[in-house]
């Protein structure tokens, strides 16, 4: 595992290496079987040589550039489908892996075309434009080009044209995956037939088909509020319920038809892993439900061979089984939870005798799982609900009692006729319902998570610590000492600047803007980045996140440069996430941002030089312009200016409109950046917000040879990730610039 891991901190792959990294492995086989040589050194090598090959697989099949092409495919998985697009999974001739979406109108001659009737199995040729697998990079967040690269996409892409064919004959593997996906699109048609209310059909598609694309964005923050994303994400509860239920059924079956040829111990283990392999199939196979069946199938091979199923025997061969089948896996979190969830219960129950009640103990594995998890809680998620046991004692009885059996019975029923008993639908609809309206009292309810970020290995290293001294038995003494580490660990570093100085984050935002400044007790945020009509949006997505992990709750001012989505778009959930002192804006719904005004906070200056005035509005023009001055350095931010404002500020506004560092004005495009602006501006740096691949082309190829023939550097968010400005300490030191993309190398990165 320890050698598989090093995936997660590896910054690029070579196949020299990988041949080297081989040659050491034959050389230690040898010394093994010649020596006493110790496994470990070896195991290492073999799990980081495993994980290298798989990469260097992986990494060769994605496309490096952007390009058109007509491709000849098979639809693979479940199509999601939504108001503006329908996206899915599908595979070409050569074995490539493609996440496409069809958008409605996506250009002239499709604008009028509906979007296909999309199924599994279905063959088209298609006109698709493809990008190579991308993401933002910020080092908060969801990490898209890391769940590319695990989940083996090779491109993304969007689609043009598409007509059916029939031409293909898909690989064995390739045609299961199909037939498995048919089935589960049939069951989706008759769960969208039996029940119309919206919650409880995403509800029941999630816990049957694996299906969670039917929930909205606010049920999404409702589950991670209340800590109960991992109840309706079919894994290792569900399998392991569906398991059980399959135990029992086969010790009735045992009581009916007793016999002597297979004893009964052995036969729940058979019922209970078939049927706990047909709840998997139905989920698509996650990544999740292949582990819990792994892990399933170890204890039932240990049981056929009547050995004995230690814990920790059962736990190491499934994590050893796991990474052999797939390496990549250790980029999932869930495989970290999952893993580390199972041996913290069976850490804090083995070998410890009880003589508590059932129910007693499952209230026991709720607080120690919140022990337990505290390290990997703080290290993935920023924070550790407290209310999240009390939560649990409530859902997952419900779900195992109320509602998984019956929603089995139902889909076995839908096998044999379509014809479904109302009473055992209008069951299922009642305690969703009861569900939802649970999580949603909950949510009023709930307290406010400790939210805090992990900085650094030492600090995983005292919370993993304090979480294993906390679950020691009540024989050791004192051991609830070990609480005092957890604020040690958590302690914040002091990166504060210092009176006078000024840090800026220039976010990686796609096509767009979001700039966070922050002084020695003020935080400023310049644009907010884009909504999409999906629900997406960059404020829920990366600012709010890098927040928090810089411990700001609090934003004395939002500056809206204007009203394009991609500058303002995201400005209602961030009004949601966090308290806001004060909003500007050039659109008339805020207070005025207008030339003339300036304040200073902790000896920094803020300015604002355009526009003069909001009326009338002019788009791109009404853009608001900001100047920052701290210690002799000063930023520059223009929003989407373009030449009329350029040439406005070049002649009236010379001397204030000097900085050492320009953002670029509307991300690179023609319309700006002129010669003589850039030549008043007389900046040091450029730096531009823009997206990877973006249609727009940006920065163009005009507009870089404009501050290339002036000498200028440009750094760009698409190449650079999140950058960050740091004023220099003194006036005759040169400010710093830190690239999260460059100083953060991954292989899954480009």
Known sequence: MV??????????????????????????ITIRLWSRFTPYGLGYLSGLLLVLVSANSQQKQQITRMEHRSIQAVITDLPVVSPHKTSFILETADHQKILVSHYRGFQTRAATTPIPDYKPGEQYHFEVLLKPPHGTANGVGFDRERWLFRHGIDAVGSIQQARQSENLRPAFRTSLTIKINQWRHHVS?????????????????????????????????????????HIIAISGLHIGMVAAIGGGLGWLLFAVFPQQRIPRPLIQVM???????????????????QRALIMLSVYACFKWIRRSAYAWDVWSVSLLL????????????????????VAVLIFAFQGRPTSSPNWLNFIKVQWLLLIGMMPLSFLQFGNLKLF????????????????????????????????????????????SRLFWRLLDWFDTMAVTPISWSVYGIWSLVLLTLAAIILLMPKAIPQRFWALLLIPIALWPPTDRPAVGHF????????????????????????????????????????????????????????????????????????????????????????????????????????????PYNLQPYLNNNSSCVLKVNGSGFSFLLTGDIEQAVEYRLS????????????????HG???????????????????????????????????????????????????????????????????KTFQFRHQNPRIWRR
């Open 388 to 431: 999240t046991p009390l939560v649990n004692l409530i859902a997952i009885p419900l779900m195992t009692v109320l509602l998984i059996p019956f929603l089995l019975v139902m889909l076995f029923w839908l096998h044999l006729s379509p014809d479904v008993p109302m009473i055992l639908v209008n069951h299922l609809d009642s305690v």
């Open 189 to 229: 048609g008759q769960l969208n037939r039996l029940f119309p209310d919206s919650r409880s059909n995403a509800l029941l598609h999630a816990l049957s088909i694996g299906d969670k694309s039917r929930f909205e964005p606010q049920d999404h923050r409702l589950f991670q509020t209340t800590g109960t994303a």
């Open 503 to 610: 840090r800026a984050d220039i976010l990686d935002v796609g096509q767009g803007t979001s700039v966070l400044i922050r002084t020695r007790n003020h935080h400023i945020l310049y644009d907010v980045g884009a909504r999409f009509p999906s629900g997406y949006n960059f404020a829920d997505a990366t600012i709010v996140p890098l927040l928090k992990h810089h411990r700001i709750h609090y934003l004395d001012r939002v500056i809206l440069s204007h009203k394009d989505n991609d500058h303002a778009g995201a400005y209602p959930a961030l009004n949601k996430a966090i308290k806001i002192g004060q909003t500007f804006s050039t659109d008339g719904r805020h207070m005025p941002c207008v030339a003339g005004q300036a304040w200073t906070w902790d000896q920094v200056r803020f300015e604002i030089i355009s």
């Open 271 to 289: 019922i209970g892993l078939s049927l706990a392999i047909a709840y998997a199939a139905l989920a698509g196979f996650a990544v999740s439900t």
């Open 3 to 28: 050698g598989c891991a090093q995936l997660l901190w590896l910054p690029n792959l070579t196949v020299g290496g990988i041949w080297f990294l081989a040659g050491a492995v034959v050389c230690a």
């Open 651 to 666: 002649q009236h506004h010379r001397q204030q409109i000097q900085s050492d560092v320009l953002l670029i004005p509307h």
């Open 322 to 341: 796991v990474l052999i089948s797939d390496p990549l896996s250790v980029l999932d979190n869930g495989f970290w939870l999952s893993f580390w969830a």
């Open 669 to 735: 495009s023609n319309t700006s950046s002129t010669s003589e602006f850039v030549s008043a501006v007389n900046p040091q740096l450029a730096i531009n917000s823009s997206g990877a691949y973006n249609q727009f082309k940006h920065p163009t190829e005009q507009v870089k040879a404009n501050y290339e023939n002036l000498k200028i550097p440009i750094i760009d968010t698409q190449t650079s990730g999140r950058i960050t400005l740091i004023t220099p300490k003194n006036k005759t030191d040169s400010f």
